[in-house]
């Protein structure tokens, strides 16, 4: 069966600070990936999507970039932190041809 | 574009109520629909899901009906238990791109 491992579970870095988020699915091969955040109450906002290696859509010009080194790993990453780049992150993937995604734990991420 | 809009919560109710919450959206072609819930501090969990006109989606007591004809997916559940209080996601899928409501809280009260 197919899993998602997201980590870590929370965070938390200073201003400034470089970061590194790291998404991996089992089970499948080639799926799509995507990375959400979700600021407090509020809805999700995707960041970024990838449907293959080295492949990367941008949907949200900011202080993230996202890498896709293999197959079933997505890479979430900043060089400099900011305050608002706090929230709730989460990783998806799914397999082209409208079924549905699957989410992994999420990541709260607290900039301080 | 594609796009999902939600009925504004939050929403409480007592227990053993009835549930609805209002989703409709616009999108190019056929794409799927999801219903989705968040529990405190998790990522999402797909609900239900209905991937052509007129089928119903089901899960545990809740079901939603995909209208082509209103574009709209509501989510029903004739009795809620205080074990329901989430937040809930409708979306769609063009089969490559997800795209998610703002959310709705769901309060259950004993």
Redesign the interface.
């Known amino acids: 069966s197919q899993t998602i491992h997201?980590w870590p579970a929370t965070l938390v870095q200073p201003v400034g600070s470089p970061l590194s988020l790291e998404c991996t699915v089992e089970g499948t091969s080639n799926p799509?990936l995507?990375w959400y955040r979700q600021a407090a109450g509020?809805?999700?906002q995707?960041l970024f999507?990838s449907?293959g290696i080295g492949q990367i859509s941008s949907e949200v010009p900011q202080n993230l970039s996202a890498s896709r080194p293999q197959d079933r790993q997505f890479i979430l990453s900043s060089k400099k932190l900011l305050l608002s780049d706090s929230g709730f992150y989460?990783c998806?993937w799914?397999i082209?041809?409208?079924?549905?995604?699957?989410?992994?734990?999420?990541t709260?991420l607290t900039v301080v | 574009g594609n796009s999902v809009t939600q009925m504004e919560g939050p929403v409480t109710l007592s227990e053993e109520a009835f549930l609805t919450i209002n989703c409709t959206y616009t999108a190019t072609g056929y794409?799927?629909l999801?219903w989705?819930v968040q529990y405190p501090?998790?990522?999402?969990?797909?609900l239900l899901?209905a991937?052509k006109a007129d089928d119903k989606g089901s899960n545990k007591g809740f079901e939603a009906t995909y209208r082509k004809e209103t574009t709209s997916f509501h989510l029903e559940k004739g009795s809620v238990q205080v074990s329901d209080s989430a937040v809930y996601?409708c979306?769609l899928?063009?089969?490559?791109?997800?795209y998610?409501?703002?959310?709705t809280s769901l309060t259950v009260i004993p």
């Open positions: 997201q799509n995507y509020r809805g999700l995707l999507y449907v989460l998806a799914s082209s041809g409208n079924t549905e995604a699957f989410f992994g734990q999420g709260r | 794409p799927s999801f989705y501090g998790e990522g999402l969990q797909l899901k991937t996601f979306a899928s063009d089969g490559v791109q997800f998610f409501g703002t959310g």
